[in-house]
């Protein structure tokens, strides 16, 4: 009896063997949280580099050309041999007017897709629709601005005979394609993450199908829904291949959607591609718009966070 407890206890080799384990477990849990700090320092780090590096830049650019002219300027012509011009304003409103059009034809067709996905399509045809949607997100940029350039302008020059071949309008569609997926997918995940005891608690009362979409799940939903519509509206401001392939590159401080028109991004596209020395005033102008660029996507990003926090449903 006593032998056959003797031999029922671990020997040294296997005690010395867990003791090795759990010291290499040890190890491993003291080592994961400083792999995961630093991978996020690098993150964090690139940024902070990307925006020094932007704001350092810009100020070199406006020790030549004043702020005030820069920011209310209705001319941008830095090409010109005699007085350049820098105002921005050109090139504001360019991107402003992709971005308004594209937000016409992203939004209803996004959240449109969204309900239907959410509320009326089975499990088949969602995971039948969903997946083909997606793909448009991962169709190359500038194949959507030949789509623009060759496609799309030729098929509104028959409805509109004065649409010239560069133009706001084609682009400004295409882009509402492309971000047409993001505020579908994000929409209809907002919306099927409502608990379906709302649903059928308005069902209960009388409310058609329509009703309870609209009017129940929607504003339920209401947080994830604007905050794509947001995230959106930033990806269609930096938007560079489609505005500069379908586009042009004519800054113009109007509300013309028929001619010519350049972004922020083309601009800097342009300069980028070699029309600029290095060292030079309009190369430093490229910072100065980037900067520009950043701003507005900083602030649509600042706006969707806090829109997401204030109308966030928790259920």
């Known amino acids: 009896m006593a032998q056959k407890q003797v031999s029922d206890q671990p020997s040294v080799q296997e ?22 700090f630093i991978i996020a320092s690098i993150s964090v780090l690139t940024t902070i580099g990307i925006v020094l590096t932007l704001i350092v830049e810009t100020i070199i650019f406006f020790k030549d050309i004043p702020v005030f002219s820069f ?14 011009a820098f105002g921005i304003l050109p090139l504001i409103a360019g991107t402003l007017k992709v971005t308004i059009i594209a937000v016409i034809v992203a939004v209803p067709f996004g959240i449109g897709s969204a309900i ?13 629709i969903k997946p083909i949607l997606e793909i448009l997100a991962g169709i190359p940029t500038i194949v959507y601005g030949f789509f623009a350039l060759t496609f799309v302008t030729p098929l509104l020059q028959q409805f509109i005979p004065d649409l010239k071949i560069f133009n706001a309008l084609s682009p400004g569609i295409v882009v509402g394609i492309m971000i047409l997926p993001m505020i579908a997918s994000l929409s209809e ?39 794509s519509v947001v995230l959106a509206i930033s990806r269609a401001i930096g938007e560079t291949m489609i505005v500069s392939l379908a586009g042009g590159s004519t800054p113009k401080f109007d509300f ?7 972004t922020m991004t083309a601009y800097i596209v342009q300069v980028s591609s070699g029309d600029a020395g290095y060292g030079t005033t309009i190369y430093y102008s490229i910072y100065s718009v980037g900067f520009t ?5 900083l602030v649509m990003n600042l706006i969707a966070h806090a829109i997401s926090k204030k109308y966030r449903e928790e259920y």
């Open 15 to 36: 005690l010395i063997a867990k003791s090795s384990n759990k010291k290499q477990k040890q190890l491993v849990e003291k080592l994961i949280p400083i792999i995961l």
């Open 71 to 84: 920011l209310f300027g209705t001319e941008w012509y830095p090409f010109a041999n005699k007085e350049p």
């Open 116 to 128: 239907f996905l959410s509320e009326y399509a089975s499990d088949t045809t969602r995971r039948i």
């Open 189 to 227: 995940d907002a919306m099927s993450s409502v608990p379906n005891s709302i649903r059928e608690g308005a069902l209960a009362m009388g409310s058609t199908k329509l009703e309870v979409a609209l009017k129940v799940v929607v504003p339920a939903a209401l947080s994830g829904i604007v905050a």
């Open 256 to 262: 013309d959607v028929t001619g010519s028109i350049q």
């Open 293 to 297: 660029l950043f701003l507005f996507t």
